[in-house]
């Protein structure tokens, strides 16, 4: 062999040899150990319900001291970025333990086969309360998630959309919140009338300003026309006149000028700190609100919600419909500590640990719990007459592909005011057809 | 002595400059040859991006694109970029280069500073300032058109009215467009003006005095003399435009994260691939459309070269 041919090979013996010193052999390590507990846990290290979660974490060793003894759990917080963190262990075959996201952002895993069906887990005995664990969660939560009539998720915390108000501002104005639209718009009007704007927006959020759609043509229709419509079924489009009133909605607030100024181009969190420093009379957003804003709230600010108005001149729409998304913990197919983490998360849901998260302002997916006082009533939306829907209007992440491609920028779009309310539901069903007809053409599924 | 004709891909190992390349080698193979490869592989499959089961499809993800109109639409905003904002820029950089290499320029080095600075300015950081130049409330744009709009309205040439002027500015795909071109080309403009102007200060002064004693006026110099000798300047500046427009991403998703109308080949591929927000997670498609924006680059630059090639001029 020449002599340039054994030096090249004990180059790359030598750079296999260093890469096999330097890598990171910390992962390796933790994916080896028998006795950790590996968590992906969706709040970074310094945000309050990472307090919770390593004191849970710590009571959770000691209750658990004889069955695991020694056992360590090691957290990944991974600030919302769980999914992308958590793909490359996907794909090895090396899963964590437990992983936890919000409940939609998670669903790719299911679709995937990627997540253990948690429904005979379920019916195991609840940590601290003489029932089954599954009837400890408020009724209709598991409904949201389930996937081919399996359970997959254990909800924690909830995230609904409500309107935050400052009752203390109501009250000098003389206000009381609204149940109707017409009460609203009234709302509204005096409000403005006080030279307060009447909403807060942050108009580059493409989620929040979905949800105002979503709300409207869950009143003006039922959430089971607007899947209907969404899913292609015969005999519904989506610029029938249900949804073009929606869309009317939504436009008036704008051609009201009820809707701050500048929102187009406002960023998160302009609208919530126009909200607590009074500038703005109302914030239309998820439950998280006042734990989010705890720090940021004036001494005279008293936290306050109500639901999204009924439409009574729509008695046939939706109007106990209810939007609800939640916090959920999930256990990966391939989890070496499979036992741990269902006993992991059973301790997690208890009642006890459901009051310390309300205590946080949090409120909990578990019933009968403790509710944070700037979120008293909402226990009230969460049960019959009211109905649970998952998010843009009981559409969810079903279709999120359709989503997508249809109706998401319009919708966004029509907040905005770029567009109007039937031109965008023209638009909307163009692009709607489109995308069906292009799913026919390559013979592929809805999704 | 290498002997012509004998010479074999597998000598390159025996070489002695192998040993130095070794390095370079694994790494590049490692991190760009292997995942390259699998990206052609992954596009033929069907593959969310965290099972570690990938479904053969053949050739249906490029099918799917074909059909697909919001990723021809993103195809499309990405050769306005390459032409609308190519010809704007190379339009005023020939001229800002062509002004600033002549010595005698007042403020020569303050222009060519003022041009240059946006090019180290962070892509976000400028994404970010020009939002609030663009936004239709309180931007400094609708408000400078606001302030000329009351001017005229006191001299009674507008109605009042239409004195608070609300464009939006990257509000529908007429205005967001030629919106976002404008600050591709603001920001940068100053590379091409340095790249072209080293290209100018390398043709030798006595060509244009021959051409003076000839009685050839500036214009005639510049597209006689300066424009020919900097084909192969231009044609490298030219490429480096045509990669960066079809690549736009960061200065897009900062501004919009992308929209129906502002999508490029690659915030799309982003949305369809990676964003939680849209929840798609299709891996394999996303993939697809990077094999695709690949040959575009490959096609586009080769194409462009051999164009140049044919128009190779000699002094």
């Known amino acids: ?447 | 002595m290498i002997v012509r004709g004998k010479h074999r891909w597998w000598h390159f190992f025996t070489h002695p400059g192998a040993v130095l390349v070794a390095p370079a080698f694994i790494l590049y193979t490692a991190f760009f040859v292997y995942p390259a490869a699998m990206a052609f592989y992954v596009s033929l499959t069907r593959w969310s991006g965290f099972s570690p089961v990938r479904t053969f499809i053949g050739l249906d993800n490029f099918r799917e694109l074909y059909h697909e109109s919001l990723y021809w639409r993103a195809v499309s905003n990405n050769f306005i970029f390459m032409f609308g904002a190519g010809a704007a820029i190379f339009f005023f950089a020939l001229l800002f280069a062509a002004a600033l290499s002549n010595r005698n320029f007042p403020g020569r080095r303050f222009f060519k500073t003022m041009l240059f600075a946006p090019y180290v300015v962070s892509i976000v950081a400028i994404a970010v300032l020009w939002t609030f130049v663009y936004d239709p409330n309180w931007g400094l744009l609708n408000s400078m058109l606001s302030f000329f709009a009351r001017f005229l309205v006191r001299l009674g040439l507008l109605s009042p009215d239409r004195a608070q002027v609300g464009v939006l500015w990257l509000g529908s795909w007429g205005m967001a467009m030629p919106s976002l071109s404008a600050v591709m080309v603001w920001a940068g403009i100053g590379f091409y003006v340095i790249l072209l102007m080293a290209g100018i200060d390398r043709i030798p002064d006595d060509l244009y005095e021959a051409a003076r004693i000839d009685g050839a006026n500036e214009k005639q110099s510049f597209f006689h003399i300066t424009l020919p000798l900097l084909r192969d300047v231009l044609v490298i500046a030219i490429s480096i435009h045509i990669i960066g427009a079809l690549k736009q991403f960061g200065l897009i998703w900062a501004m919009t994260r992308g929209t129906n109308y502002t999508h490029t080949m690659e915030t799309y591929m982003y949305d369809v691939a990676f964003e939680p927000r849209t929840m798609s997670f299709r891996m394999g498609y996303g993939t697809a459309m990077t094999v695709v924006l690949f040959f575009m680059v490959i096609l586009l630059t080769f194409t462009f070269n051999i164009i140049m090639r044919k128009a190779e001029v000699e002094y």
């Open chain 1, 1 to 447: 062999m020449k002599a340039s041919v054994k030096i090249f090979l004990v180059t790359l013996a030598l750079f296999a040899l260093a890469v096999l010193l330097f890598h990171d052999r910390k992962s390796v390590s933790v994916a080896r150990s028998e006795n950790r507990l590996e968590i992906y846990y969706m709040y970074n290290e310094n945000e309050s319900q990472a307090d919770w979660f390593n004191a849970a974490c710590d009571e959770f060793k000691t209750a658990f001291a004889d069955k695991y003894p020694g056992i360590e759990i090691d957290v990944l917080y991974a600030g919302r970025e769980v999914l992308g963190k958590l793909r490359p262990r996907m794909i090895i075959g090396n899963p964590p333990d437990i992983v936890n996201q919000g409940g939609d952002q998670l669903e790719p895993l299911i679709r995937a086969g990627l997540l253990e069906p948690l429904d005979e887990v379920l019916s195991l005995p609840a940590y601290d309360q003489d029932m089954p664990w599954r009837d400890t969660f408020i009724d209709g939560v598991f409904d949201i998630y389930a996937y081919e009539g399996h359970d997959y998720f254990i909800p924690t915390s909830l995230f609904c959309s409500v309107f935050f108000y400052d009752k203390v501002m109501f009250e000098r104005l003389h206000i009381t919140p609204p149940v109707t639209w017409e009460e609203f718009l009234s709302v509204c009007q005096t409000l403005k009338e006080n030279g307060i704007e009447p909403i807060a927006a942050d108009g580059t959020e493409i989620g929040y300003n979905i949800a105002w759609y979503a709300y409207a043509i869950s009143r003006t229709t039922t959430v089971e026309h607007v899947l209907a419509t969404a899913w292609n079924e015969p005999g519904t489009s989506w610029d029938e006149p249900c949804y073009v009133e929606g869309a009317e909605m939504v436009r008036l607030l704008r051609d009201k000028g009820y809707i701050m100024k500048g929102y187009e181009g406002s960023k998160w969190p302009s609208a919530q700190m126009n909200w607590v420093q009074g500038k703005c009379g109302l914030l239309y957003t998820g439950t998280w609100i006042p734990k989010e804003m705890k720090n940021a709230l004036p001494d005279a600010f008293k936290m306050g919600i109500f639901r999204a108005p009924i439409l009574e001149s729509h008695p046939d729409g939706d109007s106990y419909a209810q939007d609800i998304g939640a916090e959920c913990f999930a256990i990966p197919k391939g989890a070496r500590h499979r036992e741990a983490a269902i006993d992991f998360l059973r301790f997690i849901t208890s009642k006890k640990q459901a009051d310390i998260l309300a205590d946080m302002d949090v409120p909990s997916a578990i019933k009968g719990c403790r509710m944070p006082e700037a979120l008293i009533g909402l226990d009230t939306y969460l049960s019959p007459p009211y109905k649970l829907i998952e998010g843009m209007a009981g559409i969810g992440s079903d279709l999120s592909e359709w989503y997508r491609i249809v109706p998401r920028n319009y919708w966004s779009d029509l907040f905005l005011g770029h567009i109007g309310p039937e031109e965008m539901c023209k638009e909307v069903e163009q692009a709607h057809l489109r995308y069906y007809e292009r799913m026919k053409a390559i013979g592929g599924e809805p999704r």
